[in-house]
């Protein structure tokens, strides 16, 4: 079974500034893909980046990206030039990509982030 | 594309009623999925479908069943309605083969009371 952790239950940080959510996770898979979700008030779930694990090469969107550490099992999200509407719960979450857990999220706790003006 | 679209938005139950949560995707997508989100916590997979006919439990099953009649379609079942079932549900759905970005519905808000 796999397990996602996010020891940070609350984050702020000045709009502008950067800003870094932490993620660990515990599996046997050597091919799996990890992801990061933003969940705004509306409650809506938004796919922020994603990450696949034979790719050494870290992800990137525009002012997101991850630094993967494969042999430590973690994954940071990195926001650069916070914006107001960043404000959200921010998840990270994995799937394995082969097997019994192929196609099935596990997700962390959870980050709220909050940006102040 | 609607995209996945869940019905009601939000619910009140009386412990030990019964009601059903709907699901429809327009997107042709094979996998559909749902979760349970507790306050203040990350989503559950309840249970998910890989094509119409198949089904299967995820980490969360009991007190929930499903089925899947349709590529579009999947309904999830709540049976004898308990407090723990309060939660929000949410639906999802990928293509099969590319698993590796679900869409998400936006939620039905349950309470038990």
Redesign the interface.
């Known amino acids: 079974a796999q397990t996602?952790t996010q020891s940070q239950p609350e984050m702020s940080v000045q709009e502008a500034e950067t800003v870094t959510l932490s993620c660990t996770y515990d599996t046997s898979e050597n091919n799996y893909?990890l992801?990061w979700y933003k969940q705004p008030p509306?409650?809506?779930?938004i796919?922020v980046i994603?990450q696949?694990a034979y790719k050494q090469q870290n992800a990137t969107e525009n002012r997101f990206s991850v630094n993967f550490q494969k042999a430590a099992k973690s994954f940071s999200l990195k926001i650069s030039d916070s914006q107001l509407g960043d404000t959200a719960m921010y998840?990270c979450?994995f799937?394995a990509?082969g097997g019994t857990s192929?196609?099935?999220?596990?997700?962390?706790?959870?980050t709220i982030l909050t940006v102040h003006p | 594309n609607a995209g996945v679209t869940q019905t009601p938005k939000f619910r009140i139950l009386k412990i030990g009623q019964s009601m059903t949560l709907q699901c429809t995707q327009d997107m042709n997508h094979n996998y559909m999925y749902w979760y349970r989100q507790d306050p203040g916590m990350g989503l559950k997979l309840i249970y998910y479908s890989v094509g119409a006919g198949i089904t299967d439990k995820g980490e969360v099953p009991n007190g929930y069943n499903v089925s899947r009649s349709t590529t579009e379609d999947f309904p999830l079942r709540l049976e004898l309605a308990a407090p723990s079932q309060t939660s929000v549900y949410f639906c999802a759905s990928s293509l099969a083969g590319e698993v590796n970005e679900q869409f998400f519905g936006p939620g039905t808000r349950l309470t038990v009371l």
């Open positions: 996602v893909y992801f509306s409650r809506q779930m796919l994603r696949e998840f979450a799937t990509a192929y196609g099935k999220l596990t997700f962390g706790q959870g």
